[in-house]
């Protein structure tokens, strides 16, 4: 059916009308899933042993591994969430792109070879090098499978909006079913291909991404004769806030508490990448520490390029959508890109539907390749970290441990189909926000502690991560985001006493103090033998994988 905007601003299909658009849609996404299902089970046929499902043989280049990364690290908060972000926020919206991009630096001159040369499969291997194997096994698993499920919910809110946007399906049970497909799709992405899948998918992802982000920015400044200035000072007029739309503060300085916030956010965002597990992993996958920095290097170009596209979609969202039209088809935003697909080629001509129909296939297609990343991660951490070495004691056979990561796979889908419906309407840019600090409060100290500090010890390690992981969860829960606000994911109840919707400023340094404070009052003594192995191969790579 012919998409066509209300008065109120909503994009329905007009009842009586032809088909040909919606058959034009669901064949777009249809094509996209068979395609990348062939991918999965082409992989999977070569996934004969724990290297192959969890690292893909150790076989990718890192031009390849780069790609894959950008893939993995472009989700729908990027596309879907920045964008929306910014169209309603404008200068604030843009900070999560720059945050984004920062990241990556650290990741980059400080975690990326060390991890790839001292660990195995997982963050855990990392840490159990030096500690007691058991508890920080746990300890790393268990941290894993919380930030992999927040960073799930976003890409599973995304993709409720998104389906029920282009397919009219306003109501929550539609919405709902859409989220439990995606989590179905992700489940036989993992279960079949494993690590060699799920990266040529999201290698095929990240192209897909990066053509319709060019494609839409070049339609954007073509509409203004590639004058920027008047890109930016029609979304200004548009927006109703005039000047005030491209100054800092709109979103962020009206108040203490929002200053506050976004000082939070912008800690939580610049330390959160280096403590991803589903961006951890992936430096496994590629044969040397050389590779692993050089796939670091082409990720940070193909997402710097792809951040700075983000300002076009935003602002041409901004210019030619009014602020009404996108929040009344989302409360947070997350519709802004495909609505602008929509109005470059025209609301109620044949360009507009396809345009539409492709970008948000695209969008689709990279929900899809990042909950198959995030879903690996975890699966991989419960059936190697906590089945192998913790349940079995280092005796599972690979045949159990890759069941076990199989039937991780079942049931962290699960989960996520649940959670993701509640947060459906959630602006997704937000969410990964908070699995960002949730990284950045658990993961990251442990592992800059384990890499560089003689003296940290195992109880140093279990303070930092359960510490951090319990003070950033906590403060989600009682904060603005669960809670009291109309945007919130229960907003008709109110019983949150943190005022701030990211918990970064706060958590981070207690994860961090936590491990320090761990160490000193440790009656153990860290192993410094250890550690100097552990030194060494982090630095040169003797002896890695």
């Known amino acids: 059916m012919s998409p066509a905007i209300t008065q109120a601003g ?22 996209f899933v068979v395609a990348t299902l062939v991918i999965t089970v082409w992989a999977g046929r070569q996934t004969k042993d724990a290297a192959d499902f969890y690292a893909g043989g150790r076989q990718f280049t890192g031009f390849q591994n780069g790609l894959a990364v950008a893939g993995d690290y472009m989700s729908a908060a990027s596309f879907l969430g920045i964008a929306g972000a910014i169209a309603l926020f404008g200068y604030d919206g843009f900070l999560y792109s720059i945050g984004f991009l920062v990241a990556w630096l650290v990741a980059l001159l400080l975690v990326a070879e060390p991890l790839r040369n001292s660990g195995r499969y997982t963050m855990g291997d990392v840490l159990a090098y030096r500690m007691r194997q058991r508890p920080v096994r746990t300890a790393a698993g268990t941290s894993t499978i919380v930030v992999s499920i927040f960073y799930l919910l976003a890409q599973m809110a995304g993709a409720g909006v998104l389906v029920s946007l282009l397919l009219g399906i306003t109501s929550d049970g539609g919405k709902i079913g859409i989220v439990a497909l995606v989590g179905v799709l992700m489940i036989v992405y993992v279960t079949i291909g494993g690590m ?6 999201q290698m095929v992802k990240a192209v897909l991404l990066m053509t319709g982000a060019l494609l839409l920015t070049f339609l954007v400044l073509l509409k203004f004769d590639f004058n920027i200035s008047d890109l930016l000072g029609t979304a200004a007029d548009q927006s109703g806030k005039g000047a005030a739309f491209l100054e800092p503060g709109l979103r962020y300085g009206a108040t203490e508490t929002s200053k506050l916030d976004f000082l939070s956010l912008g800690i939580a965002l610049v330390l959160g990448t280096a403590g991803l597990p589903h961006i951890l992993i992936r430096f496994y996958t590629v044969p040397t520490a050389q590779a692993a920095r050089k796939s670091v290097i082409w990720a940070i170009g193909l ?22 039209e996108i929040t009344e088809s989302n409360k947070a935003g997350n519709t802004a890109a495909p609505l602008l697909a929509l109005h470059l080629g025209g609301v109620d001509s044949n360009w507009g539907a396809i345009l539409l129909a492709t970008i948000s296939a695209v969008a689709f297609a990279t929900i899809l390749a990042v909950v198959a990343g995030l879903t690996l991660a975890s699966s991989s951490s419960f059936a190697h970290d906590i089945y192998a070495n913790v349940i079995k004691r280092g005796k599972a056979t690979e045949k159990q441990e890759l069941g076990a990561a199989r039937w991780a796979t079942v049931g962290i889908g699960a ?34 502690y384990s890499l560089f500090w003689k003296r940290f010890t195992t109880q140093g390690a279990l303070w930092s991560i359960y510490g951090g992981l319990v003070s950033a969860v906590g403060l989600v829960l009682f904060s603005p985001v669960v809670s009291g606000k109309a945007t919130s994911m229960f907003p008709d109840v109110d019983f949150h006493w943190f005022p701030l919707e990211n918990p970064g400023i706060i958590s981070i340094p207690v994860g961090f103090l936590l491990g320090i404070l761990g160490t000193l009052l440790s009656k153990e003594e860290a192993d410094k033998d250890k550690f100097a192995e552990l030194e060494v191969r982090s630095m040169t790579g003797t002896g890695a994988h």
Do not use: C
């Open 10 to 31: 909503q994009i329905t299909l007009a009842a009586g009308e032809a088909s040909e658009h919606r058959t034009l849609i669901i064949s777009l996404f249809a094509l």
């Open 196 to 201: 060699k899948g799920t990266t040529w998918v």
């Open 415 to 448: 989960v996520s189909i649940l959670l993701g419906a509640l947060a459906r309407d959630l602006n997704v840019a937000g969410l990964v926000a908070l699995a960002f600090a949730v990284a950045a409060s658990a993961n990251l100290p442990t592992i800059l």
């Open 303 to 324: 997402i710097g390029a792809f951040y700075l596209m983000t300002l076009a979609l935003g602002f041409g969202a901004a210019a030619l959508i009014t602020p009404e």
